[in-house]
Each structure stands twice: as structure tokens, then as C-alpha cells.
């Protein structure tokens, strides 16, 4: 047995701990970039160890914790977990980086961001669905203090939306893990709360919850599924998002899109992919994913449309993105549940870059509203060209990643979902549209006089999002390293649903 | 030998355009060097292969990429004189560069970007399958975004970028449906045992969708290749897709000379050629005998070939009637494809081919003649121009060598039974071709329509392009300014392209059949000729009309027999339309982009999401909740954290009475 996986989650932890008792904002800073970076090599170390052949659960380990109830602390990582174990790991310390300059209450700055990074580790990587509903929730309060301590003037309004959404969709969630756990509990007879066999006795169950109306099977199914997409989050349950990420601090903004929204993705390969075929109508469950899926690409792409601040913009795009992962997950072919699994990753590079491009224009020309800036990039050259980048991976242009995780749920999807998938081609032209038209309007064009002087990002900001920017191309042009294990955990995983369709195919 | 390095016509641009990018101006002369060697150096390659493979060779490789797609080189006849043309127009474009940017700041970056420019249109020539096409393809309009945008603090040059990004955009949608669509039905037939991808071989091999689209469902494959066309409408700057092209001058001049006549407008024509055999195999529903969407490609390009010839008559930025020219010039390629893809098979490849290469030549030396110009007077509009012929001789010569082969102009005496080969320019062997392609289409099919396309366009050409000359070179110098000649490092390209925009012509019989076998391994070997001998009427109807041009534009233009402004005034409504480009930026931007997506699509969303999800579902809920926590933490005189924790406790609370229930513990 190794410990890779505990210790990586132990060290934020600590290092968290350390931080909030910090003196100067130095020592601060330093332990978290120094926990992070920590974290991030053993995550490589795990990288290096993984067997892609392999399609199951591997460094693995498990502790003891209450074995009454049959709650133990087991870890392990396959195709689903590993690349985003590597995302959570490069993203926070690139995030620490990127806020080195923050001056309010840096200790506990920090500090939350380390929480957030066990957190997410934690999500990732629990086979417990008890302790994994623990760490889920535990990444709700970091970053509820990250809103409303450094968030913007609204931040009240945004952190408890944002709190409650989301804690809702926790509860009902909970509520249909103990609906399997007593289910398992009845044919079994032994306390168990391991994810797994928890799952592999679902079929198992009969019965309605409410006569003729709904069955026991469909509501925990969809109960489970609200939690998951609600965190994604997947129209119409979207809109904490914007309002949350337009208050955040950057490094929140950051963290959210990158992270925590990967959360809802990870449920829906872990739990709801392997559910969906003994569920009790799975036809119109597939439905269901599908028009969320559509739903939200072309409804965060419109919305996106019309958002005047950057911010909001950008927020909307993540919904929109999102919505591919849905898309693929919901085909249940191979390549498009890898596919989806490999936007989930991209989008996490992606998204980081343009939130950090928002967070540098917010902080030197003191807005973000698009038709208030205009032709900054005469004095933010460095800015524009790791901005343009990430706008361009956005949009899905070839040579990134953005485009292979597209690509590839887009085109494995149609066997089984034509007209979505028809319909997703449609919003790719308003895609590449409220991109360009952002880049046009803030940074191309004559330099707004109003703004004064305006001076380019720091280096350390620069720096982070080039290390996105190269981290996306290096995965357009070569995703086999993570694409692989996800290729190879997804083909097990839909097995069980061969053979099924949507209602309206 | 060469063929061993055949990636590396691609990878030294590609270097080129990294070190260029961030090392620029630390790099001999401003980072125009390494870019040129670069290209040189591809061109040098190029040519290498060209006479390893020739007469019947071609070079193959290819390695996985990821799940189940490739990354290859297929080099075969139509690749390679692709290859050639766009390596060499592209590095005389980059050599005449040296001097037209040589004042400019930013000189390192524009070199970088035309390095990629280039890189990704080579891309596109050698890609072995349709993916690595799409994605070149979609670089090709990346560079394009760049480099028309290069002054991007001029609002019309942003604009102009974001237009030609987007306008192209739908069409590569279109193109991704039809890989989309492709893909499902080649899968289709695997699963069905009736196809199997040869061992080696990849899904999306040109070679494999060859076999495959003998076995997919003919409907489906009319589909599949007229969403293909749909890609090629939208980079080619065919009608209605054609909307960005004169726009996208807004970049220097040598961007439009990349553009127009080496790199991403012919990739649309491309296209069309290197899946022939894919759209001659659909079904022929609507003319018997003409597969349908060798049908579509005929008509939209005749139509797009007139429609354009007509907005060029009227502009007076010489660029933009250049513009209009390569709508109307990719028109007659594509009309090529259609008509003689009719009724001369794979033929149809090479004559297509072979104006697209003359016109490289001759479209290149027009833009670049033009940025001469430019250069010394200062201003594009033609009305402020004249009397430079006196001044400027080269850039008048050779830029009348190039409206001369444009015109089509040559004596076709092999044409009129005499014992001869033709004379005459590259235009004249290349377009003439296509113009008897059109009559025998239209002979054997009964359906003439495309062939009165061709001629009406080929007069309006004539017209246009000798209009502009004329206006240009002759007369009396409208403006202020002290005109010279450009420096030899510009003259220098105008002369090599003026050589071979007149004799590259006399290559045609050898360039027709090589490459017009390039699908011989799939369609069988194409028939020599066009079936029928064309009456001499019909041979000759194309240099009549383009004399017959040359003289209207001579008259009205250089001899004022007659004032233009006087027989149309400002008000005529046709000629408004005309000048107002058939009110298409109008529909395009304003109706379709600003009120119908923004206006209406957008703002009823955030309706939706303000008003309905949020203002009626959420904020009631949050309203309530909030409340019912704010007297709760009143009470408690504690703050959310606190009621987290109770909540969460309340959880575990409830989970302890189930599990006490459940019988444990």
C-alpha cells in the first residue's frame, strides 16, 4: 500500500494550518507556494507511477476510521481521478503565484487556498462516499470566506447565493447516498459506505418512493445527479455562478472554475455514468442529460453574448464549456465519455487563464466593463498576448486543447445523439463570436484616453498564465498522457450501457 | 532524399515563427531573415521532392496521434504543385516585405505571423487526412485574424479581423459537420462488416474515406461533401460567405497578397480538388448524369465568379477591386471543378488547379503592383491617382502584364485548327480552359447557365482590372504627392512574377496531365480532353470579350469618349447597390450579427436568467432563506459560519437517527 494519495491531501492541510498563523504576509506566501508545490510534485510522482493499461483503481490505500458504521478513509485514483489530482495540483500553486501581491489578510488568504486544494484532492480522490460528501463539503467554506472577505461590492449577495445553491444540492445529494447506503445495508447486512459497492448494489433496488410516480431507483438517481450538475453548474441551476464569480477575488474566480465546477463533472463519470443504464427509465435519463448538456452550451454561449462586464463573460463561457462534458457523459460512447473527461481538464487550463486575464485588466485599468476599456493592448502587450491565447483556446481553436476535448465529444457523440450534437455545432459560431468581439472591443482598437496610465501585469501574473498557455498547447497538440487513462478507465465504464438511446434521438 | 525531410516543409516556418516571436528584435534585420530562409529553405525542399516523385511518385508517412486519428504527409501531384506555388509566391511576397514594412515597428511580429501564415497553409497542402486539414485550415484563419488585424489599433483593422474570423467561422462549422458526419458513417460501415480500415491505415486517410464513400449511403455523401463545400464557401469567398475577403485589405498590403493569391483563399478551392473524388461520386438527382454536389459547386461558383465581377467594376480602392477580382477568379476555379468534374472526370482536378497556380502568379503580382503604389502615392483610392505610369515604369509594366493575363488575353490559334500551339498569357490558358469546360458542360448536359456565367464575368473582368490600370497609370496625377519608384528589393519580385504571370501558361498540356492523375488509384485513369471539339466561335468568345473589355475600359477611361459620371449619376439605384456591395455588410453585421444575434438572441437570455430564473425562482428562495438565517444568527448573535456548522451537524444528526433506525450501531 502507498500513502502518495494521503499525504498529498495531508500537506495542504497542514501547510493551511500553518498559514493561518503566520505573522507577515511573506511566510505566508511562501508556505503555501512551498505545500502546494509539495502536493503537485507528488501528484507527478503518481503521474509517473500510474499504469494506463490498467483500467481500474490504483494507488490505492485505506485506513480505518469507524468501523461501525463502515466509514474507513480509502483513496485511490483511475482515468477519472488522476488528471484531475494533476489539474488541482498545478493550478493551485500557479494560483498562489499569480496572487503573490495580495496585501488583505494574506495569511488567511493562503490559507483558504491550501483548504481548497485538500479540499478538491480530497473530492477527487475519496472511495468512501462518505468521506467523500465530507470533503465536498468542505470546499464549500474556504470558498465562501474567499467571496466574502476579498469579494467585490455585492459579495454578501454572491457568497450566500452561492452558498446556499450549492448546499441545497449537497443535502439532496446526501440524501440519496444514505437512500443506497440503507439499501446496501438490507442485502448485505454489513455497514459499508464504499463507493463502489455501494454503486454495484444499486441495480438491486426496487420499489416506488411515491406510488406510480416516481421509484426509489429514479429518485436517488436524480438526486444524485441534481448535486452533481448543480455544482457543474448545468442550466437552469447556473445562476449562482456569474454573481459568484463576478464578486470573487481573482484567485477564488480561479479556483471555482478551474476546481470546484470539476467537482459536478467528476460525480457525473464516477457515479451517475455507471448508475444510468440499471436506472429505472434510462432512455429519458439520457434525454435529460442531453438537453442540459445542449442546454447549457448554447445558453451560456448567448448569455455570454450579452454581458458587458468581462468577468460575467467569461463565467458564462464556463457554463457553456461545461455543458460538452454533459453532452459527452450523456452519449455513454468511449471516446465521447473521454472526451469529456478531457474537456473537463482543458477547461480547467483554460478557464484559469481567463480569469486571471480579467483579475489583471480589473486591477489596472479599474474596470472590466467591455465598452469602458478599449485598446489597452498598447500598454499591456504582454497581457494581450497570453490573453489572446487563452481567448483563443476558449473558442476552440486547433493546436489546443480546448479543440481535441471538443472535437472528440462532438464526433463520437453524433452516433447516439444527432440532433444535439447538430445543435451544439450551432453555438460554436456565437462562440468564436463573443471571443472576438471581447478581444476587439477591450484590447484591440483605439486606447480609451479615460483610462489614464495603465500599466501591464506583473511578472508573477504573466508568468502563471503562461504556464497555462503552454500547459493548453502542449496538451492540443499532445493530450495522449492523460487522454489515454481517460480512454481507458471510459470504455469499462460504459459497458453496462451498450445498446441505449436517448427518447429523441 | 528530400522526401525524408518532408515534414520539415511545414516545422522551419513553424520555427521560424517562434524565434522570430519572441527573439525579433535581436535577429538580423528586424526578424525579416529567418522567416525568409525559412521558406526558402521549404521551397528548396519542395522543389527536391517535386523531382524525386515526378512524373508518377508520392511520398506517404504518417504516425498515430491520439484515440483514433493520425498525423500524416501525403505529397501526390496535386499536393506537390501546391506545395511549390505557395512556398514560392509566399517567399517573394516575404522578400518584397522587406522593404514595404521596413518602417514599421512591429516589423518582427509581422514577419512571425506570415512565417505561421505560411506554416499552416503548407499544413493544409500535405495533411494525409481530413482532420489535420480542418486543424491547418482553422490555423490558416487564425493567421488571417492576426495579420488583418496587425494594426489592431486601428478600429476598422479589428473589425475587418474579427469579420474575416467569424464569416469564415461559419463556414468551418459546416466543414466540422461534415467531418462530424463523415466519421459516423464510416463507423456505420465498419460496424456493419461491409468496410474495414486497412491495417496502417487510419480512419480519416484521404485514402480510406475514398474507399468509404463508395459504400456510404449516397445521400449521406452528398451531405458530408456539400458541408465540405460549405467550409470552402466560407474560405474561399464564395457567395454568400463572401463578405470578409474585401475587408480583410485592412491589413498591409502584403498580408492581401499572402491572402489573395498564396495561402488560405485557395485552400477553400483545395478542398473541393483533394476530396473530388468524394463529390464525383454523389448521385445526380437533379441533372442526370451530374453528381448533385459537383452541381452546387458549379453554380455557386459561375454565380459567385459574375456577382463579384460586378462589385468590382464600381469600387475605387484599388485593393478592394483586387479583392472583388480573387472573388470572381475562385469563382471560376470552382466553376471548373463543377462543370468539367461533369463531364471530364478527374480532369476537372487539373484544370481547376492550373488557374489557381496562374492566378497565384498574376493576383500575387497585382497586390504586390498595387502596394507599390500604395507606398508611393500614399492613398488607395484609384480617383486620387494617375499619370504614374511616367514614374513608376516597372510597377506599370508589370502590373500591366498581370491585368493582361487576368483579361485572359493570348491568341488561340491551336483553337482555330491551325497547325500552332497557343499564345498567349497564363490567364489566357488557364481561364480559357475553364470558359470551353463551361460550353462543353453546357453541350453535353443541356444546361448553358454556368457557361453565360463565365463569359458575362470574363468581360467585367476585362473591364475592371483594365479601368483600374488605366485610372492608376494614365491621365493626369490627381494628387499632391512626388511619386517614385519602389526599391529594388520590391521591383525585384514584381519582375520574377511578371515572368511567370506570361509564360507560365505553355506548361498547361504537361500540368493537366500530371495532375490531373492524381486520383487515378481511386477513380481510374481521366480521359484526355473534354469529349467534344468546341466550334471556333466558342474558342475564340473568350478573348474577344476580354479585348472587347480592354476596349471599353481603353475609351472610357483613357480616351474619356465618354464621362462615366454623366451617364450614371450618384443616385442610380443599381449603381448604389453595386457600391454598396448588394447591402451585404449591412445584412451580415448589423442585421444577422448585431440585432438578430445580440439584440434579440442574447438580451432575451439574460431576460430569462435575470428576470425569470433569478428574479421569480431564486431570489424569492435566497430572499427568504436569508432572512430566515439573518433572524436565526440575530438570535444566535452568531454569523453564517456557525449556522453551516448547525447545519451540517443537523446532517450528521439525521444520519445517526436513520442508521439507528436502519437496526446498526
Redesign the interface.
Known sequence: MTAYISLMIAIPLIGALIAFLTKTREQARVVALVSSGISLLISLIMLSRFDTSFTGIQLDEIHSWIP??GITLSFGVDGIGMPLVLLSTIVIPLTVIFAWGETKEPNKFYGLILLELTGVLGVFTSLDFFVFYIFW?IV??PM?FLISIWGGPRKD?AA??F???T?IAS?VM?LAI?ALY?NA?QITRT?DFNMFHLLKNYPLLEGWLIPNVITIKDAIFIGLLFGFIVKMPAV?FH??LPDAHVEAPTAGSVILAALLLKMGGYGLFRVIVPLLPFSDSPGKMITLLAIIGVLSIL?GT??A???RDLKKMVAYSSISHMGYVTLGAAALVP?SV?GAMFQQFSHGLITGVLFMSCGVIQHSAGTRIIGDLG?I??HMPKLTFVMLAGF?ASLG???MSG??AE??I??NS??NL?TF??LA??G???T??YH??A??RA?????NEKLGHIHDGADYEIASMAVLVLLIIFFGL???PV?NMM?ATATPLVRDAAGLVGVIV | MFSDYAALIVLLPVIAFVLTLFLGKKLYSGGALLPIAAIAGSFIISLGIFFEIYPDGMVRQSLPWFANFNIGILIDPLAIVMLLMVTFVSLLIHIYAVGYMSHDPAKPRYFAETSLFTAAMLGVVLSDNILQFFISWELVGLCSFLLIGFWYHKPSAAAAAKKAFLVTRVGDVLFLAGIVLLYVNINEIIASGRFSVVPGNFLLQFSTMFEAAKLIDPTQLTYITLLFFGGAVGKSGQFPLHGWLPDAMEGPTTVSALIHAATMVTAGVYLVARTFPMFAATPGTFVPGVPDSLLVVAYIGGFTALFAATMGLVMNDIKRVLAYSTVSQLGYMMLALGTAGAVAGANAVGISMFHLIGHAFFKALLFLCAGSVIHAVGTNDIREMGGLFGKMKITAITMFIAALSLAGIGIPLAGLRLPIFNIGTTGFFSKDAIIEEAYAYGFERGDYIPYAFAVIAALLTSIYIFRLWFMAFTGKPRSERHPHESPGVMTRPLMILAVFALFFGFTQPAFYSYVSASFDFVMGPAYEGGGIEPPVIVVLLPVIVGVLGFLISYAIYYKRMLDMSKIISSGNPLYKLLLNRYYEPTIGANIIGVKLTHDVAAQSGEFVDRKIIDGLVIDTIIGKTTFFLGEAARKLQTGVVQNYASVTLLGVGLLLILLKLGGGV
Open positions: 461501525s458504521l463539503e464549500l467554506i465562501y449577495y450566500i447565493k452558498f446556499i445553491y448546499h443535502l446526501l444514505f440503507f445495508w455497514p437552469p445562476t449562482w445558453y448567448f448569455l453574448l450579452a454581458q471516446l473521454s485598446g493592448a498598447k483563443l481553436l486547433p493546436g479543440f481535441i472535437l472528440l462532438l464526433i453524433y452516433a444527432p450534437v447538430i455545432l450551432f460554436i459560431v456565437f468564436a463570436g472576438l468581439w478581444m476587439q484590447v484591440f482598437g483605439t486606447f499532445y493530450p495522449n487522454l480512454t
